[in-house]
């Protein structure tokens, strides 16, 4: 299994509160994914970074904020929760095509968030 | 933009037998990647097995496989001899080959064993 944590992996908070989320890799990879996953949708990218302080946004991005500070260290940043982001969140990791990968990600174990 | 669509919401299977899960997907791109991802109750995202569009074979592993057919835009998972095991979500996913692309997802499949 890839070495993929998520910290915390379960969170309840109130709304208008700041949240962040954490992924940490050990497998060196230079892309890291944030997706959260919801009933009906799959899943469904929030943001995603292709090196360190080089991050991009994702399809549903209004509300969130990453940081990349290091190459295991990809933050999710919720800067005042509401109840529409509830939901489970998944960091995923990819290395470069070329590299031996032929294009699949490998997630973490998932965050569920509540907001209250 | 591109799109997947699994159309089976819940499937069940007996246990032992054979069961077919559907894709569609659209796109523009002639180069690309699909997947089939397993999620079970522990909700952990397991790659059960890929797909490389320049590539006319289907992949298979163990006993899934895949009916990839690029003209009709379809890439089905097989399961043989289904296990108690194989109960799970399963997604269809979709990238392209070059760049930094995501990953594009299908809404999933629930797949019932039946004992």
């Known amino acids: 299994d890839a070495g993929i944590t998520q910290s915390p992996r379960h969170k309840v908070t109130e709304t208008g509160t700041p949240v962040t989320l954490r992924c940490h890799q050990t497998?060196?990879?230079?892309?890291m994914y944030w997706y959260r996953q919801d009933p009906g949708h799959g899943l469904r990218l929030i943001h995603y970074?292709?090196?360190?302080?080089?991050?991009d946004k994702g399809e549903v991005s209004d509300g969130y904020s990453v940081s990349r500070s290091k190459t295991e260290d990809f933050l999710l940043t919720l800067e005042s929760a509401t109840s529409s982001q509830t939901s489970v969140y998944f960091c995923a990791i990819s290395e470069s095509i070329g590299q031996g990968a032929l294009g699949e990600q490998y997630f973490g174990p998932g965050t569920r968030l509540t907001v209250t | 933009a591109q799109t997947v669509t699994q159309s089976q919401p819940e499937m069940s299977v007996q246990e032992a037998e054979t069961v077919t899960l559907s894709c569609t997907y659209d796109?523009?791109?002639?180069?690309?990647?699909l997947f089939w991802y397993k999620q079970p109750p522990s909700r952990q995202m397991i790659l059960v097995i890929r797909q490389e569009a320049y590539k006319q074979q289907n992949a298979t592993e163990n006993r899934f496989s895949v009916n990839f057919q690029k003209a009709a835009k379809s890439f089905s998972l097989k399961i043989s001899d289904s296990q108690l095991g194989d109960a799970a979500m399963y997604f269809c996913?979709?990238?392209?080959?070059?760049?930094?692309?995501?990953?594009?997802f299908g809404t999933g499949t629930r797949l019932t064993i039946i004992p």
């Open positions: 970074s292709y090196g360190v302080k080089d991050t």
């Open positions: 497998e060196n990879h230079r892309y």
């Open positions: 996913a979709y990238r392209r080959r070059w760049g930094n692309e995501k990953l594009t």
């Open positions: 796109t523009s791109e002639s180069d690309y990647y």
